[in-house]
Nanobody, 115 residues
Framework: QVQLVESGGGLVQPGGSLRLSCAAS????????IAWYRQAPGKQREYVAI???????SFADSVKGRFTISRDNAKNTVYLQMNSLKPEDTAVYYC?????????WGQGTQVTVSS
């Protein structure tokens, strides 16, 4: 089993920055990659970014150049650095761990971009 806890969400003005954290615990050795997804009110959950165990990252087109993803293996934590935030980035952000046998989701953290 893997447990994921997101943190770092909040209210930020357009153009501002936030850093989200996804802390993993449990059978972390079984995780191949961790991704961030987001879900805005009334919309489907969408992919944001992913980083694999080797550190290779990729991003959705909507966040390329504004978001970065990194990992601290010693802390079993993945970070999503979000810069130049826009109102359309407002959503609940979830991290997802891709395990050997199954995938795991965190509970989400709210990000609101508004003036």
């Amino acid at each position: 089993q893997v447990q994921l806890v997101e943190s770092g969400g909040g209210l930020v003005q357009p153009g501002g920055s936030l850093r989200l954290s996804c802390a993993a615990s449990g059978s972390t050795f079984s995780i191949n990659a961790i991704a961030w997804y987001r879900q805005a009110p009334g919309k489907q959950r969408e992919y944001v970014a992913i980083i694999n165990s080797g550190g290779t990252a990729s991003f959705a087109d909507s966040v390329k150049g504004r978001f970065t993803i990194s990992r601290d293996n010693a802390k079993n934590t993945v970070y999503l650095q979000m810069n130049s935030l826009k109102p359309e980035d407002t959503a609940v952000y979830y991290c997802k761990a891709y395990g050997v046998a199954r995938d795991y989701w965190g509970q989400g953290t709210q990000v609101t971009v508004s003036s």
